[in-house]
Nanobody
Framework: QVQLVESGGGLVQAGGSLRLSCAAS????????MGWFRQAPGREREFVAA????????YYTDSVKGRFTISRDNAKNTVYLQMNSLKPEDTAVYYC????????????????????WGQGTQVTVSS
């Protein structure tokens, strides 16, 4: 079992930065790819970024490329999402998620491939 707790959300002006953290419990964190997803009011959940279990492979949705960076510290059982140059359209609840499987070669983009989810943290970007 993996339990996930996000933190670091808040209110920021457009152009500002936030760093989200996701702390995981359980001994299998370091063997699982991790992902960040977000859901804005009235919209479906969407993929934001993912990182392989080793940290060697990362994926991003096009709208955040060059602005967001996903990273992980397996010694601390934590995954991060550094968000720079934030835009009002980034406003959403952000969720971290852990892969259903362990040691899979590439991180997944589909939320159905993730078996464990955090409770979410609100990010609001004002214009």
């Amino acid at each position: 079992q993996v339990q996930l707790v996000e933190s670091g959300g808040g209110l920021v002006q457009a152009g500002g930065s936030l760093r989200l953290s996701c702390a995981a419990s359980g001994r299998t964190f370091s063997s699982r790819a991790m992902g960040w997803f977000r859901q804005a009011p009235g919209r479906e959940r969407e993929f934001v970024a993912a990182i392989s279990w080793s940290g060697g492979t990362t994926y991003y949705t096009d709208s955040v490329k060059g602005r967001f960076t996903i990273s992980r510290d397996n010694a601390k059982n934590t995954v991060y999402l550094q968000m720079n140059s934030l835009k009002p359209e980034d406003t959403a609840v952000y969720y971290c998620a852990a892969d259903k499987g362990a040691l899979r070669a590439n991180p997944r983009l589909n939320g159905n491939e993730y078996g464990y989810w955090g409770q979410g943290t609100q990010v609001t970007v004002s214009s």
